[in-house]
C-alpha cells in the first residue's frame, strides 16, 4: 500500500483547487502536507522499528535509506508550506497572487511533494527515474510563479538543462540493467533489490559505465558542478518558499538517487574505490566552485544558492571517503536541510522588507526585523559551519574520514574552500546584521508561526550540534549501511 | 525481420542528417515526427514482435510522437510568429558535416560498447541509437530558437528510446508508459514557456536569455 503515499498529495492538491480565496488555499495546503507528514512519520517509524518494507509484488519498497529522506523530505515541506502562508501574506502588492495563481501553486506544489514521494518510496530505478523527471515538470512553473523576464529565463534555463541532464541519468539506467547479461524471461530486471542481489555478477566495464552516466544525469538535478549552471538562476527567481524546497531537499532527492545506486556500483567493482573517487573529485570540484562564487557575490539568494552548490559537494566528498565518510554525508544532508530552509525563509522576508536582495542594500537586519535578521544571520552562521552548530560536527567527521582515509590532497583542498566560504559569507553575514539600518525600512509583524519557523530548526541545529542522541545514531548507521553496500 | 530493423535504423539516421542541414522550423517539425513515428515501430520488428503489448505501445508512441507533439509545436512557433531557424551558432553547411562526423563516432562507439543482451543481425540499432542521441544534443546546443532546442531534445529521447531496445531485452509497460506521460508533460510545459517566452519577449532566441549571471 506504500503508493497511497505519492496519491495522497495528488488528492489534497485536488482538494486545494475547491477552495475560494488565497488564504484559504494556502491554509488548506499547510494542513493538508501537516496529515500527510502525519503518515509519512507512521511509515518511516515502522520501518525504523521492524525493518523494510515492501509492497505491490516488489515495485515499491521503504528501508532505512529512503525512510530517513523521507522524513528530511516531510521536515521541509511542512516548514515551507506554513512558512508560505505569512510570505505570500507579505507580498508586495503587485505580485500578489490572486485566487487561480494560489490554486496552480496548491497543486504544483503537491504535485512535487508527490513526485519526490514517488522518487522515494520506489524500488524499480525505472520508475524512481520517471519521479525524478516529472519533479523538473512539475517545479518548473513554481518558479516563474510571478512571470517577469528573468523568471522566465531561470524557468527555461532550468527546464532544459535539467531535462537533458535527467535524460543522461536514464540511459546509465538502462546500461546497469544491461550489465545483468542476458536475464531469465520476467526477472524485474530494473528493479533495485534485484540488481542489489546481483551485483557481484555485474558486468563491471558496464556498470561503471553507466555511474558516470548517472553521476552526470543526476549530478545535474543535484546541483554538482559543472552541471550547476541552472541552480543560483533557479533558485534566486523561484518565490522563497519555492527556493526552500528545491534548495532544502530536491537537491538531495537527486543525491538520494545516487546514493541508491552508489552499493550496487561499489560491490560490482569490487570495493576498488573507482566510484569513490570520482565522488571525491566532484565533490571538491563542486566546493570550490561554489567558494570563487561566493566571494564575489551581492545577490543575497544566490549566495544561498551557491551555499548549497557547496554542501551538496561536501556531501558527495563524504559519501566517497567509506562508511564513516557515509555516516556524516548523511548527518550533513540534515544539517543542511534545515538549515538552508531556514536561510531561504529570512532570505524571502527580508528581502520583502526591503524590497531588495542585494546585500549592499540589507543592513541592519537585527534592527529592522530581529526574528527574520536573527534567522538569517543564525542561519548563515550555522552554514559557514560555526561550532556548535551541527553542520560544524558533519564537517569535523568528513574530515576524519578523510584523515582515516590519508586523503591528505582532499582535506587541503575541503579546507581551502570551505576557509573562502567562511571568509566571504562572514562579511557579508555582519554587515546584514549590525550595518546602518536604512530610515525608510518598516518591518512587518510575526506571529507565533513565524517564530517556531526560525527557532525550531536553529534549536535542532545546536541541539544536534554539541549531542547526538543514540536513536538518532542508529537511524544514520542503519541508512548509512545500505549505502556502503557492505564495504569493510 | 531484423532487416526491418536494419531498414528502420537506417532512415533514423538519413532523417539526423536532414535535420542538421534544415532551417525551416516546419521542415524540422515534420522530420522529426517521422523520427518519431519510424521510432514507435521499430519495437514491432525486434524485441516485441507482433503481439497485443507491442501493438499497443506502438499506437501510443506513434499518436504521441507523430501526431500530438507536432501539433503543439506547429500551434508554438504560429503563436510566435517564428518560420525559420535564422543564423545559427553553426552554419548549415558545418553542422551538416559535424553530423556526418557524429554518425562516424556513434559507428565507432557502438562496436566498442559490449552489450549482452544485444541481438545478432541488429547491428545498426546501437550505433543508430548513439547517433540520434548525439545529433540531439549538438541540435539543442547549436541552434538559437527554443523551439528548435525542444526538438533536439525529442531526437534525444528518439535515441534513448532506441537505446533502450538495443540494452535491454524488455523494459515493464509501466516504466514505458511513465516516460512516454514524462516525455508528453515535458513538451507540454516546454511549448507552454515558448508561448510565455515570446509574449514577455517578442522572440524566441533562447542565446538572448542571458541576463543571469554569476
Known amino acids: 500500500m506504500l503508493w497511497l503515499l505519492a496519491v495522497l498529495p495528488i488528492l489534497s492538491g485536488l482538494m486545494s483547487l475547491l477552495m475560494p480565496s488565497v488564504r484559504l488555499v494556502l491554509a488548506s495546503t499547510a494542513s493538508s502536507v501537516l496529515v500527510i507528514a502525519g503518515i509519512d512519520l507512521w511509515v518511516v517509524v515502522t520501518v525504523f522499528m521492524k525493518g523494510p518494507i515492501t509492497s505491490n509484488g516488489g515495485w515499491f519498497r521503504v528501508d532505512a535509506l529512503s525512510a530517513y529522506h523521507l522524513a528530511i523530505m516531510m521536515i521541509v515541506f511542512l516548514l515551507s508550506s506554513f512558512y508560505a502562508v505569512s510570505y505570500f501574506r507579505n507580498e508586495p502588492d503587485d505580485l500578489r497572487l490572486n485566487p487561480g495563481s494560489a490554486r496552480r501553486f496548491s497543486a504544483l506544489w503537491h504535485g512535487a511533494l508527490s513526485a519526490m514521494t514517488l522518487v522515494l518510496i520506489s524500488n524499480n530505478l525505472g520508475i524512481m527515474w520517471v519521479g525524478v523527471e516529472a519533479t523538473t515538470l512539475l517545479t518548473a512553473f513554481l518558479i516563474c510563479l510571478h512571470i517577469s523576464a528573468i523568471s522566465l529565463e531561470a524557468t527555461w534555463k532550468y527546464l532544459i538543462v535539467c531535462s537533458v541532464g535527467v535524460a543522461f541519468a536514464f540511459m546509465g539506467v538502462l546500461l546497469l540493467a544491461a550489465s545483468a547479461g542476458s536475464p531469465v524471461a520476467g526477472a524485474p530486471i530494473l528493479q533495485w533489490t534485484y540488481l542489489h542481489g546481483l551485483a557481484r555478477t555485474l558486468d563491471p566495464r558496464l556498470v561503471k559505465l553507466s555511474f558516470i552516466f548517472l553521476l552526470v544525469g543526476y549530478g545535474t538535478k543535484a546541483g554538482i558542478a559543472p552541471m550547476h549552471s541552472w541552480l543560483p538562476d533557479a533558485h534566486s527567481q523561484a518565490p522563497a518558499p519555492v527556493s526552500a524546497i528545491f534548495s532544502g531537499f530536491m537537491l538531495n532527492m537527486a543525491l538520494y538517487c545516487l546514493m541508491r545506486h552508489l552499493p550496487i556500483v561499489k560491490i560490482a567493482t569490487g570495493y576498488s574505490g573507482w566510484a569513490d573517487n570520482l565522488l571525491i573529485f566532484f565533490g571538491l570540484f563542486s566546493i570550490l566552485i561554489a567558494a570563487v562564487f561566493i566571494l564575489s557575490q551581492h545577490d543575497l539568494k544566490r549566495l544561498l544558492a551557491y551555499h548549497s552548490v557547496e554542501h551538496l559537494g561536501i556531501i558527495l566528498l563524504g559519501l566517497g571517503l567509506g562508511p564513516l565518510g557515509i555516516f556524516a554525508a548523511l548527518f550533513h544532508t540534515l544539517n543542511h536541510s534545515l538549515c538552508k530552509t531556514l536561510g531561504f525563509f529570512s532570505a524571502g522576508r527580508i528581502g520583502q522588507i526591503y524590497a531588495s536582495h542585494d546585500m549592499r542594500k540589507i543592513t541592519g537586519t537585527l534592527r529592522a526585523n530581529p526574528l527574520w535578521g536573527g534567522g538569517l544571520f543564525g542561519s548563515i552562521l550555522a552554514l559557514i559551519g560555526v561550532a556548535p552548530f551541527a553542520i560544524f560536527m558533519s564537517e569535523l567527521i568528513i574530515l576524519k574520514a578523510a584523515a582515516d582515509a590519508q586523503k591528505y590532497l582532499a582535506i587541503a583542498l575541503f579546507l581551502l574552500g570551505a576557509g573562502a566560504v567562511f571568509v566571504g559569507a562572514l562579511r557579508h553575514a555582519i554587515d546584514m546584521a549590525w550595518g546602518e539600518k536604512p530610515e525608510d525600512i518598516v518591518s512587518t509583524s510575526n506571529n507565533l508561526i513565524d517564530r517556531i519557523i526560525v527557532i525550531a530548526p536553529l534549536a535542532i541545529l545546536l541541539i544536534l550540534g554539541v549531542w547526538m542522541p543514540a536513536g538518532f545514531r542508529t537511524v544514520l548507521e542503519l541508512a548509512a549501511g545500505i549505502v556502503t553496500g557492505g564495504q569493510p | ?214
Open chain 2, 1 to 214: 525481420m531484423h532487416g526491418m530493423t536494419e531498414n528502420i535504423m537506417a532512415v533514423l539516421l538519413l532523417i539526423n542528417l536532414a535535420l542538421t542541414a534544415s532551417s525551416r522550423l516546419a521542415g524540422c517539425i515534420g522530420l522529426v515526427a517521422m523520427q518519431g513515428v519510424v521510432i514507435g515501430l521499430l519495437p514491432l520488428f525486434s524485441q516485441e514482435g507482433f503481439t497485443p503489448r507491442g501493438f499497443f505501445l506502438a499506437g501510443f508512441v506513434i499518436v504521441l510522437k507523430g501526431v500530438i507533439f507536432p501539433r503543439l509545436l506547429t500551434n508554438t512557433i504560429r503563436d510566435a510568429s517564428v518560420r525559420r531557424e535564422v543564423e545559427p551558432f553553426v552554419g548549415y553547411g558545418a553542422s551538416l558535416m559535424i553530423g556526418t562526423a557524429l554518425t562516424v563516432v556513434s559507428f565507432w562507439l557502438g562496436t566498442r560498447l559490449p552489450l549482452p543482451s544485444y541481438p545478432a543481425g541488429m547491428s545498426l540499432v546501437l550505433p543508430g541509437a548513439i547517433g540520434t542521441i548525439l545529433i540531439g544534443l549538438f541540435l539543442i546546443v547549436s541552434r538559437r530558437k527554443a523551439v528548435t532546442q525542444v526538438l533536439g531534445y525529442l531526437v534525444m529521447e528518439n535515441g534513448i528510446a532506441a537505446f533502450g531496445l538495443a540494452a535491454v531485452s524488455k523494459i515493464p509497460l509501466l516504466i514505458e508508459l511513465g516516460i512516454l506521460l514524462d516525455a508528453f508533460v515535458a513538451i507540454f510545459v516546454m511549448t507552454i514557456m515558448i508561448y510565455h517566452i515570446s509574449r514577455e519577449f517578442d522572440h524566441i532566441d533562447a542565446d538572448q536569455l542571458n541576463t543571469l549571471k554569476g
